[in-house]
């Protein structure tokens, strides 16, 4: 079998490696080198507006190394075939990457055991699958579901739905003004009823880093199963399922610096053992007659159909790409970069930052008193720079702030400090043309 | 591509600081809410027609300032003009603003209004320019309500998701 890491030589020719062990390719005597990993992004040496592009839009989608693009390349041009299928080279070969790639995702949550790991399309498709799997044989008339004022839409709606389904009811944890989830009132929301919890481990709108961990042990000290979505965690910070002891953890691909279109669902074997299938098909099962069909063991009783293996063995390789640099070195530099721009982003009169938590990832929103976030983002592009503007698909923190929208700010570990003065000078320039 | 810094044309900007015909206008005779619930743009249109022309307009509402610029704009131009007048404005100007129409080279009636061309190179911003012609189109035609995500909307343009 080949091996999925492929970090390719860098075509810089002063590359050299620092450190030997421990700090991986990212650091040189413990100093990030930003500027070295910046240059196996192609995408980041494109112009913008006449500019140099500034990309501050990681929340929604992070861009993609060339080891990665290589990887899909090689892929495509020399084991391409159909996974769990034939007996001829191709297919198992791809199996094989394929089936190294979900082991690659294991590792980096901690799970106990790779069949613990499923691909899905992304995180909406990961919440969509333990709604019906899970949420669709166990929840019923009357009970309830505890979700958060910070929650994506991809983490309410799926429950609204089945609420409505069911005749079950949502609950929902009030933030404070610095964005932060009250967890007395969660623990309050508690009743008899109460027979699953939705938690986002970072809010994708606010940055704010969710005390998951407390509330995962107050649920399950009340036998309630709690699903945390990962999407804005996985890219930011160190996950240790094993640690957090979550019933389910999902995050989306394409937010790694991986391809779309594909996601993982951590699942406890258990809870994953028990559930009901989300979607039919090849794959899936392990026999069928018109009679009878018996279903496939888990991870493939989730996985009907082809999946992308492409973008599976991709995310792989995007994983392995962001161990080398080491998340908590990725951790550390981002920290850096929030905290300058909020600080540099505070002296700015007329420019309010929502999401103050003391505990955040990666993300600042901010409005630009007498200017529309739209406003913003068109002026910003002008610059070169891509922010998100709009209601980040979280409208009950809109609502929350009493704003229709924000304009978002959110880091990758190839963004720099003079990334964050663009910024600034960017937000200034609006204030100008809107003086 | 036009310069998209023409987008933030003084013209605009000046609308956006003080639009005209701001508030509501109690001797209405026909009104509608226009809403963009992409971006939570909200805007009302009142006017009053005295025979077949615009007596008097007003608007109000929270939006963007491409928005409020094309509203305060959009009121100063369809003042006194007659109903097929002000619909031949609503036609053209959203052929402008989706690139159907080429003010420099096809013959129109939009004058000053042209400022709003350059959104047709941005198209998240297309509906924002639009959303008040679509609530005066609604307002003429006693619907009531536009929005920019309507399928029932007549002047529903086939443009990008905000």
């Known amino acids: 079998m080949m091996n999925v890491a492929t970090l390719t030589p860098n075509p810089s020719p002063n590359r050299e490696r620092g450190t030997s062990s421990g700090n991986g390719l990212a650091t040189i005597a413990g100093k990030f080198e930003v500027e070295r990993i910046r240059a196996e992004f192609p995408i980041l040496g494109i112009q913008v507006s006449g500019k140099p592009l500034v990309y501050l839009d990681n929340a929604a989608s992070s861009q993609m190394p060339q080891p990665v693009i290589d990887r899909l390349v090689r892929y495509q041009k020399e084991q391409h075939a159909n996974i769990h299928r034939g007996v001829h080279y191709l297919s198992e070969t791809a199996t094989a990457e394929f089936e190294a790639a979900r082991g690659t995702l294991a590792r980096f949550v901690n799970a106990r055991e790779e069949r613990e790991v499923i691909f899905t399309s992304g995180t909406t498709e990961a919440i969509n699958l333990v709604m019906h799997g899970y949420g669709r044989k166990f929840i019923g008339a009357g009970d309830e579901i505890i979700l958060t004022t910070l929650e994506h839409h991809s983490n309410i709606v799926p429950w609204q739905m089945l609420a409505e389904e069911k005749g079950a009811k949502i609950r929902v ?14 623990e309050k929301l508690f009743t008899e009823r109460t027979k699953f919890v939705g938690l986002s481990h970072v809010s994708n709108a606010l940055g704010t880093v969710n005390p998951v961990k407390a509330m995962i042990a107050f649920a399950h000290a009340r036998g309630v199963p709690v699903l945390l979505d990962g999407a804005q965690a996985a890219p930011h910070l160190a996950v240790d399922v094993q640690d957090l002891d979550c019933d389910f953890y999902a995050f989306s691909g394409h937010k790694l610096c991986g391809p779309t279109g594909i996601g993982m669902l951590y699942g406890k074997a258990a809870q994953l053992e028990r559930m009901q299938p989300f979607k039919g098909g090849g794959d899936m099962i392990l026999s069928v007659t018109f009679e009878k069909t018996t279903y496939n063991t888990i991870p493939h009783k989730f996985e009907a159909g082809t999946p992308p293996i492409a973008a599976a063995i991709g995310l792989g390789a995007a994983i392995d790409y962001l161990s080398n640099i080491g998340m908590d070195a990725i951790a550390a530099h981002e920290l850096e970069l929030l905290n300058y721009a909020t600080a540099q982003v505070n002296t700015l009169p007329g420019v309010r930052i929502l999401g103050t938590s003391k505990h955040k990832a990666a993300v600042l929103s901010f409005i630009v008193a007498g200017v529309h976030p739209h406003d913003v983002g068109t002026l910003l592009n002008q610059d070169g720079i891509a922010v998100r503007t709009g209601h980040h698909c979280a409208q009950p923190v809109m609502q929350r702030f009493k704003v229709p929208a924000t304009s978002r700010a959110s880091f990758a570990f190839y963004n720099t400090l003079a990334e964050v003065d663009a910024l600034v000078a960017g937000i200034r320039n609006v204030q100008k043309v809107f003086a | 591509m036009a310069d998209p810094k023409a987008l933030y044309q003084e013209v605009i900007l000046d609308h956006n600081r003080k639009p005209r015909n701001y508030g509501t206008l109690a001797d209405a005779s026909h009104h509608a809410d226009g809403h963009n619930p992409l971006c ?30 094309s509203a305060s704009m959009l009121t100063t131009n369809v003042k006194g003009k007659t109903r097929d007048e002000a619909e031949l404005l609503i036609r053209e100007f959203r052929d402008m603003a989706t690139g159907k129409l080429d003010v420099a080279t096809q013959p129109h009636h939009l004058g000053r209004l042209t400022v709003f061309g350059g959104v047709r190179d941005l198209p998240t911003r297309v509906k924002c320019a639009i959303l008040p012609w679509h609530t005066l189109h609604a307002a003429l035609n006693s619907a009531g309500s536009a929005s920019t995500e309507s399928a029932q909307d007549p002047m529903q343009a086939p443009i990008g998701d905000a």
């Not at chain 1, 944890?173 to 969660?186: C, K, R, W």
């Not at chain 2, 009142?46 to 610029?69: M, N, P, Q, T």
């Open chain 1, 173 to 186: 944890v009030p933030i404070n003004d610095a964005g932060e989830l009250l967890v007395d009132d969660y």
């Open chain 2, 40 to 69: 939570g743009d909200h805007i009302t249109m009142a006017l009053r027609l005295d025979d077949d022309r615009v007596g008097a307009i007003a608007f109000e509402g929270e939006s963007c300032a491409i928005c409020k610029a």
